[in-house]
Every structure is written in structure tokens, then in C-alpha cells.
């Protein structure tokens, strides 16, 4: 359910971003709403609370984001609020961005090494996933994990390159153990 509400939404946002030509700024506003959504806990507590009435938390809203907001995204909170699903929001706001990211050939990596990679190397990465890919630009997310030994692990969205000296052994240790099963 969460997830048809976020694309019903999210979709609507995105054709009405094209249609008005606000998408570099619709997209930029809905980061700054989910940084502000994902970290004000007290919002959420009251926009969840069972004994708030929806134009009570329509209320809320205006007030908190009438000058921080545009209107098409004020508009669309109260829409979501009088459906009940206000908590679900955050998934709108999240879908909504990737619609962008994937319209504007943005890709978000996560890159995964055995150390922390240098300047150098995270610009050569930076290269190739240019020249390999049909993105034109990428967000990068770094992350070290030392039980992979050696080599990197790449995600772009369902796509793993996996370079890893742990992902290799494992690799030959299956490809060992099948050999020794064949022997006679």
C-alpha cells in the first residue's frame, strides 16, 4: 500500500513538475521538505496523533510551511493529509526525486571499498561510471567495509559490480569445492 501511495503521488508531482516547468525547483524543494520531514520529530508526532483532526493538521502544515514552501507542495501535503496518509509522505518525497534523478540522468552510486579510496581513485571511479553508463552526472556515497580485503563493490540502483577480493575467494572456494565433488 505504501508503495502505490508514494507513486500515485510521487507520479502527480512529477507531471506537474514537467507541465509548469518547475522541476529543477520542485526537486530541489522536496529535498529541503524531507530533510525537515525525516528530522522534526515532534511534526510527526502530531501529524500521526490519532486525536488531531485532518484540518487541525492542515492547519499545522500552513502554518509551519506558508513561507517556506511552494504552493503546489503545500497543496499536495494537504491532499495527502485529508487521505490519511501523511506518513507516508516521506516515501512520496523520495520517489518524487528519484523520477527527477533517472529524468535529469543523475545516478546515485554506493560505493563500497576494503579502505578509504583517494582523491585520485574516486575520480578515475567517477570517470568510468560516466563513460559506462548512460547518467550524466552521479551522486556518490561512500562507505568502508575492511571484511571485503581488498577491491570495491558498485550499486546503481539493481546493478552490483562486485571487485572484491572477498566476492573473488568466494568465487574459487565454490569453484574448488565442485572440482572435489568431480574427482573420483
Not at 496523533?49 to 499536495?76: N, T, Y
Request: without cysteine; hydrophobic residues 45%.
Amino acid at each position: 500500500m505504501a508503495k502505490l501511495v508514494s507513486k500515485t503521488y510521487g507520479d502527480a508531482l512529477f507531471e506537474l513538475a514537467l507541465e509548469s516547468g518547475q522541476t529543477d525547483a520542485l526537486f530541489e524543494e522536496a529535498k529541503r521538505m524531507l530533510g525537515i520531514i525525516q528530522t522534526n520529530e515532534d511534526l510527526a508526532k502530531m501529524m500521526n496523533h490519532p486525536k488531531i483532526v485532518v484540518e487541525e493538521k492542515q492547519k499545522i502544515i500552513e502554518a509551519v510551511f506558508k513561507d517556506r514552501a511552494s504552493r503546489e507542495m503545500i497543496g499536495l501535503m494537504m491532499m495527502i493529509i485529508a487521505k490519511g496518509h501523511y506518513q507516508e509522505f516521506d516515501g512520496v518525497l523520495d520517489y518524487f526525486i528519484t523520477q527527477v534523478k533517472e529524468y535529469k540522468k543523475i545516478g546515485t552510486a554506493y560505493i563500497t571499498s576494503a579502505m578509504e579510496l583517494s582523491l585520485m581513485q574516486k575520480d578515475a571511479i567517477r570517470r568510468k561510471l560516466l563513460e559506462t553508463t548512460e547518467y550524466v552526472q552521479f551522486e556518490f556515497i561512500y562507505e568502508v567495509d575492511p571484511s571485503l580485503i581488498g577491491g570495491i563493490v558498485i550499486r546503481i540502483g539493481d546493478r552490483v559490480v562486485d571487485g572484491s577480493v572477498k566476492n573473488k575467494l568466494a568465487r574459487l572456494t565454490s569453484e574448488l569445492s565442485k572440482l572435489k565433488l568431480q574427482m573420483p
